[in-house]
């Protein structure tokens, strides 16, 4: 734990609200206070409004992260509004977001977080909301609420866990006022996280530092620490397991889930404690985990067993809830397993690496409190009540309906360049995972985002295709979609000098490596959750071959008749492969401006006349290549399987 405040780097925010916005992203740089989106922070401002002075609560809205906030993240809201709402016996959460709603000062800030009540009620400037891992660690032990408070006396309000929103603010409004001293700093939500308080935003940021830091050192006193090497060595990745296990989460889930998985040497040694199935199956550190995470992580690969369990404990709780509620998906979120290490699951590749961060936090919070003699959650009717809270499932829900390729995985040969290049990106932008493999290592850096994955790969070596494999699956849980793109266009030459080596040479990129990689794909695409997919680049040559190409025509032909077999043998499973017969597709490495230029004096044209010397008389850029790729990928093609389709603008030898 370290205090990250630095003057200079503060003189570069302004006002109060600069230094909200200053704080706040420190707290959001340390994983260990807060995680993706967790966590609130605000500021109270007197202004001067239509009506006169006001006092205007600026706190964090719904859908910010505290690590990359801005001054249009914390919501304006009238002081004297929210405490009215203090005072209330009861507010229903509908209520709670139309009178928060309401009470803004700006008609487009986001909605305030659920604990702007709370943060209004506490008498000072600034307030700072974490749920701090080494706090939560001492909050969730068996006697947790002794050791809070021997450890930190009056300097916190000890707040017994109640459910976030109106009830929260409700209790601390009761208990705060009576016992808090002129030392108290801060307040322990039990099974919850720490708030700190102050009157400049350094005072309660510094506040919040030194109580987790108490934290720290007293769990390091008490020697709760967490095992970082495994007892023994990882065993190697299965790799059809995994996939396997990705299948099933996406059956319970009714649609597809890609799976991260974590095989750290620090993973390892949690996965296979001897006590898992006791301290795992306790819950989250804190509540709002349980929207990414799920109450419970499924201890080995049974995924069926874990959704029945999950449907009756559903039917049994559900019936005292507040108000009627519709079961959520039954599938694991987060699969610990011997073999396998930890899997999470998502939607995206995002969202389970999500997942993974949360649950990384959740081991060590567990771990430790183990060492502090048992780690204890909140009973499952409490995280129920919080996982079926509308206000925590309408955070999900913002995210707007799922991209096509939601929860599905890519793989592309020849992915640096060209057309392989840009099928990658249509693919990213229809919410693919992607996985792009070029012998030009510079694929590796292609997307800084975590639904790609970059691999140097020559494929034609199949050990190589085995690894990145291995690796697509240990990112993504397993490949839907295949693109076969790579392939080399070698120098014309007529079949009367054409040597062997160079024949054999185009014929081992452009058909075996894609015969060595359909094989090795094909129990992968018979396990793709929506049925497994193939598109192969062919050519016009296939149709249509010219003098001088014997070697790249015979390879695209072969290629072509291959991918069509494989359509005929893989229908049964689900899997469909159709081939693209571009042509004349100038910007990729192969048309250099000198090439351009010179075939376009051979026919006598410019090159502009060249380009388009097709029946459409349009350019065909890579571009429309790909689109075309992705589409054949996607539901428009679902009844299409070993189809070939040009995408030439016209060429009257295919017509
Ligand atoms: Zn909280």
Redesign the pocket.
Known sequence: MRNLWDDREARGFEGDLGLRVYTSRLLGRDASLVLHG??NTSVKIRETTLYGEDDILYVKGSGWDLATIEPAGFAPVRLSRLLHLAGLERLSDPEMVNELRTALTRADAPTPSI?AILHALLPFRYVD?T?ADAVVTLTNTADGERRVRDLYGDLVVVIPYVM?GFDLARACAERFPGERTPRTIGMVLMN??VFSFGETAKEAYDRMIRLVEMADAELETRGARVTTAPAEAPPPFPRLEAARLRRAVSEAAGVPFLLHFDRSPRTFAFVTRPDLDVIAREGPA?P?HVIRTKRLPLLGRDVAAYARAYRAEFEALSASARAPVTMLDPAPRVVLDPELGMAAAGRSAREAGIVADIYRHTMDVIERATCLGGYRALPPEAIFAVEYWDLEQAKLRRAGPPPVFAGETALVTGAASGIGAACVEALLRRGAAVVGLDVDPSVADRHDAPAYLGLACDITDPAALEAALDAACERFGGVDMLVLNAGVFPRSRPIAELEGTEWRRVLRVNLDANLDLLRLCHPLLALAPGGGRVVAIGSKNVPAPGPGAAAYSASKAALTQLARVAALEWGAEGIRVNVIHPDAVFDTGIWTEEVLRSRAEAYGLSVAEYKRKNILRAEVSRTHVAEMAAEMLGPLFARTTGAQVPVDGGNDRVI
């Open positions: 967790g966590g604990e909301h749920h976030p919850h996280g804190t709002d």
